[in-house]
């Protein structure tokens, strides 16, 4: 009997900046264990980052910093397709065709939209508008089924779901309609200093946000200045709106030392915010050096990240060719004479 063919999994992040513990806990480390279950394709949404202002010398070293850092937190290049989004070039291609099928208005109305062009106001370009449509490109492109993404992009993925059924409606069953992975716990990790807001990588107040690549003296003095409440004692409900910030800090405990909340809270009973603060400092350091060792030192090996660069390409191409001259037919263009 012939194997059933692996469900398809496609995720990426955008290389804007340093990496949050937000990315990492309700992104990235979510896919690692995937790879063991379904074809898998993670992407530098490098084409994504462009929609708000960078500098192209620190684009460039953000992009390779990101597929570094996604290997060294355990995605396997013999598992998983690793790839730079811009090195595929039918993502913008099929972009373009989505384009005649989304609505001004459906992407009017997307919050991340809203948002980008109350802290962009002097960049509210035409790309952060379209944003949600080259994400729609870069799922469907690969026929995906599982879009593993944190709380904050979920509303893009229904959005591409609504792209997928409009297109195959109008020309026929085309796409795969995805289906977003939110992990339960990890899909909403909050800003230090405004814990009802996300923590981003874009958030221009350092304190605010726990990176990947801070070493273990910036951890410490992030976490001991975190915003929690007016009490002494950490007895909160999770997820309580009373308690944003000590509800945020225990779930990053938790997911970080993998204790349940409940647990957690239990530990710190009548303890002080000062030694909730530094055993939650304690497990992120642990965690993260590891992590920034290894990414260290495949930085170090160029030759490495390039072959990988190099194979993830080629096998995303591969599949994106035959979606995009699947829809180029579809659509009514002719097929280019070779
Ligand atoms: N705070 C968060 N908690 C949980 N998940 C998060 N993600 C982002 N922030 C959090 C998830 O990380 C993945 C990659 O995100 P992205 O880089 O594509 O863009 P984003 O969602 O806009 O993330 P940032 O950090 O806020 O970037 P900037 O500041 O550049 O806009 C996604 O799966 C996202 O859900």
Redesign the pocket.
């Known amino acids: 009997m012939a194997e059933e063919a692996k469900k398809r999994v496609f995720?990426?992040?955008?290389p804007?900046?340093k990496i949050?513990l937000?990315?990492y806990?309700?992104?990235?480390r979510n896919w690692t264990p995937l790879q063991e279950q379904y074809d898998c394709l993670f992407c530098v949404?490098d084409l994504?980052?462009l929609t708000?202002a960078q500098v192209p010398a620190e684009l460039r070293k953000n992009t390779l910093d990101l597929v570094a850092l996604y290997i060294a937190c355990g995605l396997d290049p013999n598992k998983s397709a690793l790839f730079i989004q811009s090195h595929v070039h039918e993502h913008a291609e099929l972009a373009w065709i989505l384009d005649t099928v989304a609505y001004v208005g459906e992407l009017n109305r997307m919050t991340?939209f809203k948002d980008?062009s109350r802290k962009h106001a002097d960049n509210i370009n035409m790309g952060l508008m379209n944003y949600p449509v080259l994400m729609a490109s870069d799922i469907l492109l690969y026929q995906t089924q599982y879009v593993?993404?944190?709380?904050?992009?979920v509303q893009h993925v229904e959005l591409t779901r609504d792209i997928a059924e409009r297109f195959n409606a109008r020309y026929s069953d085309t796409f795969v309609v995805p289906e977003c992975l939110v992990s339960k716990t990890?899909?909403?990790?909050?800003s230090l200093q405004e814990p009802t807001a996300?923590?981003?990588?874009?958030?221009p107040n350092d304190n605010a946000v726990l990176s990947l690549t801070d070493d273990a003296d910036a951890i410490r003095r992030k976490l001991r200045r975190a915003v929690t409440d007016s009490d002494t004692d950490v007895h909160c409900v999770h997820h309580s709106a009373n308690k944003p910030g000590v509800s945020n800090l225990l779930n990053i405990y938790s997911l970080m030392s993998g204790t349940t909340v409940a647990e957690a809270e239990r530990l710190f009973e009548g303890k002080g915010y000062g030694t909730f603060k530094d055993a939650v400092a304690d497990v992120v350091i642990s965690v993260l050096q590891p992590i920034q060792a290894e990414q260290k030192r495949l930085l170090a090996d160029k030759s490495y990240l390039e072959s990988v660069l190099k194979d993830g390409a080629e096998k995303a191409s591969c599949i994106a060719q035959k979606t995009l001259s699947k829809v180029y037919r579809k659509v009514g263009l002719i097929p280019k004479i070779r």
């Open positions: 995720s990426g992040v955008q804007t900046g949050t937000g990315n806990l309700g992104a990235i949404v994504h980052s708000v991340q980008k593993p993404v944190g709380k904050d992009q990890g899909s909403s990790i909050k996300k923590m981003s990588k874009s958030d």
